[in-house]
Every structure is written in C-alpha cells, then in structure tokens.
C-alpha cells in the first residue's frame, strides 16, 4: 500500500501505574552495544512497557491499519530497547506463546494479529541517525519503528539525503524494508535495499537469543552474509525481530520537484471505451520503452495511472518529474494522451485524502513539500490488496478484463474505492542482478496494485470474491496469476510482490502454494537455507512465511 502522524512518546511507568493502567514494566537492562549504534536509552526511559487486556491502549495496539484484522493477545510488549527485545523473545519462547512483530501496522494480511501470543511492538524505537556500522564505517541507521515520513524528515533536514523508499507516511520501516521497499525516488535510486549495508536482528539459533549484526561486507557464505541477504527482500517476519538497518551513501532529494495530476471523467470515457484500451496500451508502451537500467532521461519520472471503479468518477493520472526542463514531462503527458478524443482535464492533486486544484497541468513545488503531498496512507478502513509485476505493455486481454470489472455493477455493493494502481517501475531498479538482493523482479518496467476499501464487516466476501474474479480473469492467459517469466516463457508479467501479501496465492501448509515462486522466484531455495540455518524451530512464521527444507 502505497500510504505525520508519527505515534510518539512512550508512557513513564510511574505515571502509568499511578493511572491504574494494567502495565508491567520491565527493567531496561545494558542497551546493546551501545557505543556502536547509538541504541542508548534516553534519560529517564523506563524500560519496555507491556499493555495487557484491560488497558486503554489493548484495542488500539492489537489491531493495526486494515481493520479487517482484529486478534486478542496475551499482551502487547513495547520494546524500547535491544536487550528488552531479547528478553521478549526469550520469555515468549519460555511460555510456550508465539512472537509476532508490528513496526508501523500496515500488513495487509493477518500476519501480526496473534489472538492467544505476544504482539512485540517496535513503534517507539523511530531514531533516524548517523552512526557506525560493525566495520566502524560511517552509515545512516534507520530503527524499525521509523515510519516514513520519520525517515524523510530526519534524513532530509539532517544530512541533505532521502532513502528511495514509499509514499505512504506511517508506513513503518521494520517491514517495509525487509520486503525490498520502493517509491517515488526508485527508479532514479533504485529500490531502499540496494542501499542497505547492514541488519541488526534478534535471532533463536541453537537455543540462544540474541542481537545478531549481518553486513553485506561479512565473508561470503557465511550465516551472517546469508542473513543480511535474507533482508534485502526475502520480506518480514521470517527470520526475527529487525531492530535496525544500515545505509551507506543515500542519494541526495532533489531541490524541486515537478507534479502534474490530470483525469479523464468515466462520463466520457464511457462513451469510447476505445479511449480507456488507448490509454492502458499508451501507458503500457511508454514504460516498456522508457524502463531499461541505462534509461538516459526518464529515470527521472514517476507516475502513477490509477484505474478506478467508474461509480468513483475518474480515472486518474499522477506523476513526479525531477528537472527543471518540463519538456520531457510534456512529452510523456502527449504520450499518453496520444490517439485519445475524451480530453484530460486539468485534474486534482490527492493529498492525504483531500483533493487540491492545480492552476495547470503542473505545478513545482520544493522536495519535501511535494513529498508531503502525496502522504496518502488514507482512512482506517477494511481492505483486500493483490499485486502484479509486468514486463511489458498490457495484452488486449488485460485491458479488456480490466474495462470488464472496472465498469462492471454488484448490486448492493459499493465499488467507489475499488482500483487498479499502476506503478512505473524499472530504470535504476533493473541495474541490479536478480540475485544480488533477494528481489527477483530486475527487468519490470510497471508494478500493479489491486485494492478495494470497504467499511462494513457484511461485505467482506462480496469484495474479496470481485477483486479476486478480477485478478484472476485479467491473468487468465497465464492461470489466473502474473506467472513469473523464465528461460522457456518470456511473459508479459513476473510475479508479485511480497509486501502485497495476498493468501489467495497459498499459504505455508497448503502441499503447494504459488506465493513462494511468484515473490522470491529462484531466490526461494536460498532463502529456506537461511531460514533453516536461522530459525530451524520456525519461531517466527506467518501464513506465507519461508519454509525451511525438510
């Protein structure tokens, strides 16, 4: 989900205590290496906090942003520091209960919901900071509960950088980066993992729970090597709790930025449904020709052709031009607009779920600024994601399955937030071998998204039943999914993405789920070596998690 509102401050225990509220607070411990990462407690900090059932706060922190998602766990632990979150693995572990990890909340899945376990929270641990790695290098750290708007506003007013990370503001980083991260900046700067160096992990291996650094410098081959690989997108949750991550030689934000939104009203467009196949196939090819590693100049644009539900009105086109010289971007705007007779009109801005007129087709407007702009995580609701990678334009049957459901009625169903978001993607992102990282996609020049947004709990199966009779009737050509491409099928799509989780793809104990080819591809068989090597007890699992070799 491509989504300030930072969640700040954690309670003293004393004035919780003097609340009455059902706390525990635990004794902070030594902070693990201190010297070396800048993980000291601040002056005063009580020590990680545990919210039980009865507490205020135990709703709130059981659930996080998709509200389909609701579980009743033994307690919340709040880790506010290294040896805390070794203490709340161990003690987990030694009550028999299961650990899951929340950073900013914003699975899409149930995977963190654990009715029954322990909930350890990193929300409170958001230091953006210069410090050194293991090596005594100097990096940016980046704690797990750092959302992105943190990362952006530290890295930005501190030290004149930004980490090529997503839009969506409260999105945490504990998750997002492990999953191979991307956003506005990536096809510029690539994806948030081709930048990181290092992963700090609370690892169970061999019996021992511990803080377990991983560098991409650490021997070739190593445990180490393989567990900080792991982390380059073999996604969260598999293999402990990341504490932090490591950046060395962020790129610099532009000064100024350009952003253009314009629309073409469904009124019109129905009327030449010609116009809706002309604007996918134009989209489509301008991507598949302007995607490639060496791509010269536009590397520099992002844009976002968000295809929505026609009750909602408008089909919607975003994009981000770094440059002074508009020319490219009013090339690419033509482009688009080529051989269509329905006119784009001079459209809104979305801006965390309002909507503001430009006076024209663009508008420049300072980095950060622009930056806020687009902080569209949007309202709390009930949710349902699918996710596809393409590797070239669209075939006739995608755009005609996609025309099919997008102007396609359910009585008693309201489909207003119901979408297709179409990402550019590739340029600096597809410079990177399949296997460098743990994300395979290296060659995609779009990557998609299917939502829909509801907010009566009645309607769960009525929206998850049409997204996925549009998923599957969009890839009927390749069985319903976006097949991964290989030596012997060179197909338009090449899986999904796994920080798009989507059950629908499998799950572990099913005796043969497809998310394990269509996230990690290749890279699959090398990940079950880490997670046997690094979790043989599979402590932390999920219902897509890795599955170690038998």
């Known amino acids: 989900m491509d989504h300030e509102v930072s969640r700040r401050g ?35 900090d009580p020590g990680d906090l545990r919210v039980l059932p009865g507490d205020g706060r135990y709703e709130t922190l059981s659930q996080g942003f998709n509200q389909r998602w609701t579980s009743e766990p033994r307690y919340i632990q709040l880790i506010a520091h290294d040896a805390g979150a070794v203490s709340a693995v161990r003690e987990a572990l030694d009550r028999g209960l299961r650990p899951t990890v929340r950073s900013g909340g914003h699975c899409y899945e149930d995977f963190v919901e654990n009715t029954g376990g322990a909930i350890l929270d990193l929300s409170t641990r958001k230091g953006v900071y210069r410090t050194k790695d293991k090596y005594g290098a100097t990096t940016y750290c980046v704690e797990a509960g750092a959302t992105n708007w943190d ?27 492990c999953g191979g991260g991307y956003g506005v900046l990536s096809r510029r700067d690539g994806l948030t993992v081709d930048h990181l160096v290092q992963v700090d992990v609370v690892t169970v291996r061999g019996g021992r729970v511990e803080v377990t650094s991983a560098h991409r410098s650490d021997e070739a081959g190593s445990a180490t090597a393989e567990l900080f690989w792991a982390h380059t997108g073999g996604g969260g949750g598999n293999f402990g ?52 590693a060496r791509e010269p100049v536009y590397h520099r644009l992002f844009s976002i052709l968000k295809l929505t539900h026609r009750t909602n009105g408008n089909i919607a086109l975003f994009s981000q031009w770094v440059g002074e010289d508009t020319g490219p971007l009013d090339e690419f705007l033509a482009a688009i607009e080529s051989g269509l007779d329905t006119p784009a009109t001079v459209q809104l801005a979305e801006a965390g779920g309002l909507f503001l007129p430009y006076p024209d087709r663009r508008r420049q407007m300072p980095w950060l600024q622009a930056t806020q702009t687009l902080n569209g995580s949007g309202a709390n609701q009930r949710g349902k994601y699918k996710s ?27 489909l207003t937030q119901t979408l297709v978001q179409i990402d550019s993607y590739g340029c600096r992102i597809n410079a990177v071998d399949p296997c460098t990282t743990a994300v395979p996609q290296r060659d995609s020049c779009m990557k998609l998204q299917y939502q829909t947004y509801w907010t009566v709990p009645a309607q769960d199966e009525a929206h998850l039943e049409f997204l996925r009779g549009f998923y599957q009737d969009v ?43 269509l996230y990690y591809k290749e890279n699959y068989p090398r990940l079950q070596q880490v997670k046997r090597d690094w979790d043989r007890g599979n402590v932390f699992h999920h219902k897509q998690s890795i599955v170690a070799p038998a």
């Open 241 to 292: 709790v990341v504490l932090r991550y490591y950046f060395a030689e962020l790129p610099k934000p532009p000064a100024r930025v350009w952003l253009s939104s314009i629309a073409w009203p469904w009124a019109d467009i129905l009327k030449k449904p010609e116009d809706f196949s002309r604007l996918m196939k134009n989209f489509g090819e301008f991507f598949a020709a302007h995607s490639s």
């Open 151 to 177: 990362v952006y506003t530290q890295l930005f007013r501190r030290y004149d950088v930004t980490l090529p990370a997503g839009s969506c503001y409260s999105v945490g980083a504990g998750g997002h980066i």
């Open 10 to 44: 954690l309670l003293g225990a004393a004035g919780a205590v003097a609340a009455g509220a059902s706390i525990t607070a635990l004794a902070p411990g030594r902070a693990w290496a201190a010297a070396a990462t800048g993980d000291a407690a601040a002056p005063g």
């Open 475 to 517: 890839y009927r050509e390749t069985g319903g999914v976006p097949e991964i491409s290989d030596a012997t099928r060179d197909l338009g799509t090449d899986g999904a993405y796994v920080n798009y989780p989507d059950v629908d793809l499998g799950i572990a104990t099913d005796p043969a789920p497809s998310y394990p080819r």
């Open 388 to 414: 596809a990678y393409h590797r070239k334009p669209f075939s006739d049957e995608n755009i005609a399955a996609t025309w099919t459901w997008l102007t396609r009625d359910v009585p008693g169903l309201d």
